[in-house]
């Protein structure tokens, strides 16, 4: 198992491979395990050294990350099972960093190198530091510590680069609750899939959002106020099991806008053997003003997978009773039961799903039904190409095509990316056609050009006097600690210019936008954020 790499080279630092796994230089090594992945972080007083030993790969897209988090930026290092690597930092470059991938024969071994430097010349003593995996087989990514989002700050543990015993659990800090404003909430809530997404809080609202985590619990509420009155009112309580395999929520939302008010409260749970089998189910239930009969307002679901390592086989099953929009609205949709299916499965470097539901509502009758393919191929590490078709039948719905077809080409690499996408979506009334093209490049000394073209063209009942036309253009130069953009917009015949200024300050983002302003805009032409982190 640990034999996973080896080089020649056993010496502490590492200049042309990096140590093997069953050297003495590892023996010692901080280790932590999740989700059939072994991390083990070591130190020579010149490099710190993360090692991913990753076991049952799903093939391409199957990847190892760290990501890293100072006062001052933000950094994600990830490296795929084919030994693709990428690099981000939030202000800037991604520092100079060295990565040694080898396959073996049930999954692959990554070793990260990074400058003792990276850690030394930010002038602070302590990181925060989370490990994730990603499964494109499973559509999931685990993370230690267990039960977060990867790449969210919210997660992540504390570490030393430079000191010994550089990396426990026991060096996360003290407990403090992690307080942002109110229309941040859904940055701390827990995205594990629950029967009730986190609260939807109005940018312009007015109040605060608190996260607290003690062990495995976790605890996230908000309170706030929207200028047009209305009362939000949430909170959630969140278990992981310490080895990432079982989770349980209670949530709990509600809006209040005068003598309207609306609430949902929910429960949900899941299971993974980290092997071949996941299970979750939730259970919520609507209540409120807007709410005739209780008994009716629920809402279940139960999904149950099967996964290997290139292939995955879903069924889900959803129940909901007559469903009320909320504050406000007290007009019930119709209940609906019904079944979700889908399967993937991966043939070296080409990817084919399918899928299929069908939902009927409480007198019978078909609500809606779809059926849908896909292929995908990696004609190149850096190009894919796609192809897509489906078949919808929709009697709530009258809006949706019922027949769509595409084809997707993409290349990113080299600093350069382009991508050419077609649409065509069939409806009773006639045909909607749509291209678009965009691509960008690094300009030297300047920064970082996107451009975009999308046009749409209708025929039959749909017909429009001309086609539809929209195009952008964006140009964005990398600061020390921020960005500085340029964008352009045309739609609709109107144009509109933007430029925006970030800044990372030690009390939070500190965002300047300002665009010209024009008879399609009517919110204010500047503004200017402090956003806390």
């Known amino acids: 198992m640990l034999a996973a790499l080896t080089a020649a080279l056993l010496r502490p630092a590492w200049t042309a491979a990096p140590p093997a796994f069953d050297a003495p230089a590892w023996r010692g090594a901080t280790h932590e395990r999740f ?5 083990y972080l070591l130190e020579d007083g010149k490099y710190l050294y993360v090692a991913f030993d990753a076991a049952k790969a799903d093939g391409q897209g199957d990847a190892v990350s760290l990501y890293l988090w100072s006062d001052k930026a933000a950094y994600a290092f990830s490296v795929d099972a084919k030994g693709a690597y990428s690099a981000k930092c939030s202000v800037g470059g991604a520092p100079q960093w060295t990565a040694h991938e080898k396959p073996r024969s ?43 989002d990867a790449g969210n700050v919210v997660y992540a543990n504390a570490f030393s680069g430079h000191a010994p015993g550089l990396f426990s659990v026991a060096a996360a800090p003290a407990a403090g609750p992690t307080v942002a404003p109110a229309a941040q909430a859904g940055r701390l809530w827990r995205g594990n899939g629950a029967a009730i997404a986190a609260p939807a809080i109005p940018a312009d609202a007015q109040g605060v959002a608190v996260a607290q985590t003690r062990d495995n619990v976790r605890f996230t509420g908000v309170e706030a106020k929207s200028k047009d009155g209305t009362q939000h009112d949430a909170q959630s309580i969140g278990w992981s099991s310490a080895d990432g395999r ?8 509600a809006t209040a806008a005068g003598a309207v008010y609306d609430e949902t409260q929910a429960l949900s749970f899941a299971f993974d053997n980290l092997q071949n089998m996941r299970f979750s189910a939730g259970l919520a239930a609507d209540r409120g003003t807007g709410v005739d009969d209780a008994s009716q307002a629920n809402y279940s679901y139960y999904d149950f997978s099967l996964y290997g390592k290139h292939s995955e086989f ?17 007009a019930p949709a119709p209940g609906t039961t019904g079944y979700t299916l889908s399967a993937s499965r991966q043939f070296g470097n080409v990817s084919v799903n399918a899928g299929a539901d069908s939902y009927r509502d409480d007198l019978g009758d078909l609500a809606y039904s779809d059926e849908s393919a896909a292929i995908s191929a990696a004609l190149s590490p850096a190009l894919t190409f796609d192809v897509n078709a489906a078949a919808n ?70 017909s429009l006097s001309e086609p539809q036309q929209s195009s952008t253009a964006s140009l964005m130069h990398r600061l020390q600690n921020g960005s500085v953009s340029l964008g352009y917009q045309y739609a609709a015949g109107a144009a509109n210019v933007t430029f925006s200024f970030e800044d990372r300050l030690p009390l939070g983002l500190l965002r300047a936008t300002y665009y010209n302003p024009n008879t399609r805009f009517s919110t204010p032409n500047f503004s200017l954020k402090l956003i806390t982190l």
């Open 106 to 148: 049930d999954g692959y071994a990554v070793v990260m190198r990074f400058p003792e430097k990276l850690f030394s010349s930010s002038g602070q003593s302590r990181w925060l530091v989370q490990f994730a995996r990603t499964h494109p087989g499973r559509h999931v990514a685990y993370t230690w510590p267990a039960g977060g």
């Open 35 to 39: 989700e059939d992945t072994d991390v």
């Open 246 to 253: 079982a989770q349980a929520d209670i949530e709990r939302v």
């Open 393 to 462: 039948a929709a009697t709530q719905y009258s809006s949706l095509p019922f027949a769509q077809t595409g084809a997707d080409l993409q290349y990113d690499g080299g600093g350069r990316q382009a991508r050419v996408a077609y649409r065509e979506d069939r409806y009773d009334g006639g045909l909607a056609r749509e291209l678009a093209i965009s691509g960008g490049f690094d300009v030297p000394l300047l920064g970082m050009l996107q451009l975009s073209h999308r046009q749409t063209v209708t025929t039959g009942e749909l």
């Open 314 to 330: 879903e069924m889900r099953w959803n129940s909901a009773g007559p469903q009320y929009g909320g504050a406000g609205n007290d």
